[in-house]
């Protein structure tokens, strides 16, 4: 089989993605290959130069990996964002990102369903997120209540800082936890504020300690 271009299989790595995410290839100073998905388009052209307030442009500039949320001063559209920069023989030769769609747009509640209406929950209040009996069930410090959304779309939905995947049913907030235990076969237990106690699976687990720097 004859070698892909480089724009061939980028086409093809953002086939797998075209629903939800967009892809974007920069040098240190432009774009040079983009590709947007259905559900959000930044409508950046190859040529167009790499703006100072994107993530591409910190990742460059810091020479690392960046992951955050971008408000609609940049681009015009709010959006969730990990930035890539590569290197070849040692030099810094450019940035790949992908574009995630802002579910909130900026906001910082969790609107959830309790059993008079709706709640407003700021994040900085949600201990956890659980995935119980086929619902997704949002624990704060004060109310525990429902909400439409699956883990899946959290991920893209609450800021990255303090929020964390740690398990196929449960995200927690960092900011709760009161303490980390060691359990079976390299995994842990965290026990939260409000005295629950939460596993961190085998999948998770080197990725939740290498975030959380233990």
């Known amino acids: 089989m004859e070698m892909l271009s480089v724009d061939a299989l980028l086409d093809v790595i953002g086939e797998l ?3 939800e995410i967009s892809i974007a290839v920069s040098n240190t100073e432009e774009y040079v290959y ?3 998905s259905k559900r959000i388009d930044l409508k950046i ?3 167009d130069p790499v703006r100072e307030g994107t993530i591409a442009y910190k990742a460059i500039r810091e020479k690392q990996k960046v992951s955050e949320f971008i408000n609609r001063d940049v681009f015009g559209v709010p959006y969730h964002g990990m930035a890539v920069p590569f290197q070849q023989d040692g030099k810094l030769e450019g940035c790949v990102t992908a574009i995630y769609p802002a579910y909130t747009e900026g906001k910082s509640v969790i609107t959830v369903k309790s059993q008079d209406g709706w709640v407003p929950v700021p994040f900085a209040k949600v201990q956890y997120i659980e995935v119980k009996d086929r619902k997704t069930l949002v624990v704060s410090d ?8 699956s ?5 893209y939905l609450l800021p990255r ?3 964390v995947r740690c398990h196929r049913s449960y995200i927690v907030n960092v900011n709760h936890i009161k ?4 359990d079976t076969h390299s995994t842990f237990v965290l026990s939260m504020e409000d005295g629950t106690r939460i596993p961190v699976s085998q999948s998770y687990s080197s990725y939740f300690r290498k975030l959380l720097g233990f």
């Open 45 to 47: 052209r190859p040529g």
């Open 142 to 149: 004060e109310i525990v209540g429902v909400h439409k959304n």
């Open 34 to 36: 983009y590709r947007p």
């Open 179 to 182: 303490e980390i235990y060691p």
């Open 161 to 163: 800082d303090s929020f």
């Open 17 to 19: 993605f075209s629903d």
């Open 151 to 155: 883990l899946q779309s959290f991920e």
